[in-house]
Each structure stands twice: as C-alpha cells, then as structure tokens.
C-alpha cells in the first residue's frame, strides 16, 4: 500500500520540484480474546507499525514468533474491527480470539505486552500523541548541510562501520557535525537498537549540539526512528533507503528535515527543504 508524496530532488546539480510513491505506515492496535478461570478477558496487547495489508498474517506470526501461542490451531479468529481511520480510511485494530487457553502463557501477556492504546491507533492519532509529550519544534534553519556532505554521510557511515564489513549485515546509526564531521557511530543488527546505543552514548558524553549536527541511518526510515530523533531536538536525518509516510508526516509537524535515497549524485528531500545548501 502505498501514497503519493511531493518531494525535492536534487540531481543534476540543481532542485526540483516532483512526487514520488511513498510505502504507507499506520500502527496496528493488537487485542486478545482468551479465557482466564473460565471468563472471557479482552486485552489490548501491543500496538506495532506496520504497511497494511496481510494483517492477520502478521498478528499469527506475531504471536507465534513471541511464544504467546505453540500452535497456529490455538488461533479461533482474526477479525478486524473499529471505525476506518486517518487519511487512508483504514481499520488500525484487529482482535484475535484464542480458542485453546492451557497453551497460551498467560503470565507473559500481562507481564511483557500489555499497553496502553489510547493513542488512538491512526496515523493522526499518533502524531498528536507525541505533540502533546513534544511540544518543541526543532529548528526551521539549522543546521545548514551542503549537498556534498549529504552525499558522502552514507559512505562515511559505512567506512566506519566495524562489523559491516565482517557481516554485511548489521545496521548503523551515526551522528554527525554540520561540516561532516562523524562523532559517533553504533551499530546493531536492528536499525531501532542502533540508534538508541547512539543516542543514549551521545547523552552520556554531552556530545548532542542539535543545531549543529544531524543524524544518518542505514536501511529506511520510519515513524519510530524520526520520533527517537526528534526526541533529541536533531531536526535534520538522512536515510539510505526511504521514509515512509508517517515518519514524512512526523518530520513536517516537527519541522525536520527528512532526506532519503541517497546516492552518488542525487538524494530526495522529503521536507523542509531550507536546511540544503546546493550552490
């Protein structure tokens, strides 16, 4: 599933102006039906982003893959339900009815998954949860970035990566100076777990200049990872691959600077395109 996104793209030396075809990102509200002492408990137990579309192949997974159920048989039904939501008019929940409790690990439900939903589960939804948790904007103007360090912060990322060369496999998030300089990197083998080592390194050695420093991910870029950005008041993130279309509605609310496919002599400005020095 995917939408229409207008975008800045640099490439021949110079902007312009045109749309490009966005994967689409909404959060998935997963609740469980199952019985404890003989009545029935609905919970809401975890909400995840996702593309929709093949949902209920993910909730199975899902719930296989953390060991909640041991047979897919254990599942009854699979029914998505709430009012269509967002701008893509789509239902954000899904309950998943149990038919067979003595399998299913009550203790780790209650204990590991059990969230709060009321952020709404739509794309609008969640961008409001966050403005009311971050009310600061990041910067409109800074910090400046010249097309030519843009370019060269992905092959930096990868120059410097210790374990990408051993794997070709592993995932790195790095923070950069305005003048290109690399600060720090970490790498994991989850694009989430890389940047969080680094900006939890850049908060323990006092190295975050928000207005003069911008961050570099490998791989693309989604709602949660700009979210973990902006939570540093970073307003400028570049991705190797591309964004999606939450963390390009995240990036505008915020004012961030979104930037994405990025290659030898071209890369796609999302938003905010003030930040880029292309002359």
Do not use: W
């Not at 989850?190 to 850049?202: P, T």
């Not at 207005?211 to 939570?231: A, H, P, Y």
């Not at 540093?232 to 999606?244: C, D, Q, S």
């Amino acid at each position: 599933m995917n939408s229409k996104y207008k975008v800045t793209k640099f490439k021949k030396n110079r902007l312009e102006n045109t749309e490009d075809f966005i994967s689409i990102e909404e959060p998935l509200e997963i609740s469980l039906k199952y019985k404890d002492n003989e009545k029935f408990i609905s919970r809401s137990l975890s909400i995840t982003m996702r593309t929709p579309g093949n949902d209920e192949d993910l909730v199975r997974g899902f719930l296989f893959n953390e060991q909640i159920i041991e047979n897919i048989k254990d599942i009854e039904s699979i029914e998505s339900f709430g009012e269509k939501v967002g701008q893509y008019n789509i239902q954000n929940k899904i309950i998943v009815t149990l038919n067979n409790s003595k399998n299913i690990n009550i203790s780790k439900i209650k204990r590991d998954f059990l969230s709060n939903s009321s952020c709404g589960v739509c794309g609008k939804s969640s961008l409001d949860a966050l403005e009311i948790t971050k009310k600061q904007k990041a910067s409109k103007s800074n910090p400046k970035i010249s097309k030519d360090i843009i370019i060269k912060s992905p092959n930096t990322l990868r120059q410097n990566q210790s374990e990408f060369a051993k794997t070709g496999g592993i995932h790195a998030s790095g923070l950069f100076s305005s003048n290109g300089d690399l600060l720090s990197l970490k790498e994991d083998v989850g694009r989430h777990n890389a940047l969080d080592k680094l900006i939890g390194d850049s908060l323990l050695n006092g190295f975050l200049k928000p207005e003069d420093q911008f961050i570099t991910c490998s791989g693309r870029l989604n709602f949660e990872l700009v979210q973990k950005v902006l939570m540093t008041n970073i307003g400028l993130m570049i991705g190797v691959g591309a964004p999606t279309s939450l963390a390009i509605d995240l990036a505008n609310r915020f004012d961030m600077t979104l930037i994405g496919f990025v290659k030898e002599d071209s890369f796609n400005i999302y938003t905010n395109n003030q930040k880029v020095i292309v002359s």
